[in-house]
Each structure stands twice: as structure tokens, then as C-alpha cells.
């Protein structure tokens, strides 16, 4: 099978290798923030945020929106660091961002005493484990492509 020609590089392939890294990162950054505020949704906020109730003050059970989020947000966020830079090493400092953020915040404590991410939060507990599931399953899938020789 005849491969097609590569483009010759750019002086613009290490600057956009860069900016496609940060802003993945960034990326993590702000959707994990996201999924952590998202974690403690219940049904009843659906009505109650529009009055200006805080999230988690309605009743009902809680929503895995951060659960859906997270696997969402992660897998294009792992597509968009190798898709800019070209390399399957990219998606790694994003996933390595949101998970070290998602355990910061299972693992500290507020003034009060509490823990920011619970662990009676079956919804927090499974986000992290999906979004991060969702960075290994991309990676994998990205090692098993096979690297057309030239």
C-alpha cells in the first residue's frame, strides 16, 4: 500500500504543539472544576437554582450529570491534545491535571472539617473513576493504532 507523502514540517509545528498541550490542560482544568460543582445536583435543583438556591439544596437524589460530563469532556479533551500536537503523549499532562485535581479535592479537608468530595458522594466517586477510565481507554486506543511506516 503506497502511503501518502507527509507535509514537510513548519516553523509553527512546535508553537502549536504547545498551545494544543495548554490548552488541553486548561481545558482539564475547567471542566473538572465543573464536574466537581456538578457532583452534588439533585433533582430538586432543577427548579430550586432558579429562585438563586445554591446546587445541592433541592431535594430528591442526586444526578450523575458529572459522571456524563466527565467522560464526555475527557475524551474530547484527550482527542484535542493528539489531534493539534500529533503525538499520543499529549493527552498525559491533561489527564494527569484532572486526576491530580479530582484527588486533591477527595483528599482535603475545609476549615470546618469536611471533606470537599465525600465519600457517601457515590456520584464524585464514579466521576473520577470514569474520567479517568475515559483518558486510559483513550490511550489505550491510541497504542493499539498502528503507526504507518515509511
Known sequence: MIQPEQPAPTKWEPVIRVGGILVATVAAVVTGVLELL????????????????????????????????AVVANWAIAW???????RRWALGPPWAVWTLMMLFAAGVRTPEGDY???????????????????????????????????
Open 38 to 69: 456538578l457532583t452534588s445536583l439533585r433533582w430538586g435543583d432543577l427548579t430550586s437554582i432558579w429562585r438563586g438556591d445554591p446546587i445541592g439544596s433541592g431535594g430528591g437524589p442526586l444526578l450523575g450529570v458529572a459522571i456524563l460530563l
Open 80 to 86: 484535542f491534545a493528539v489531534a493539534t500536537t500529533g
Open 116 to 150: 470537599l468530595l465525600g465519600g457517601e458522594d457515590w456520584v464524585a466517586l464514579v466521576m473520577i473513576l470514569a474520567g479517568s477510565l475515559t483518558f486510559a481507554v483513550y490511550a489505550y486506543r491510541q497504542i493499539l493504532k498502528r503507526i504507518p511506516r515509511g
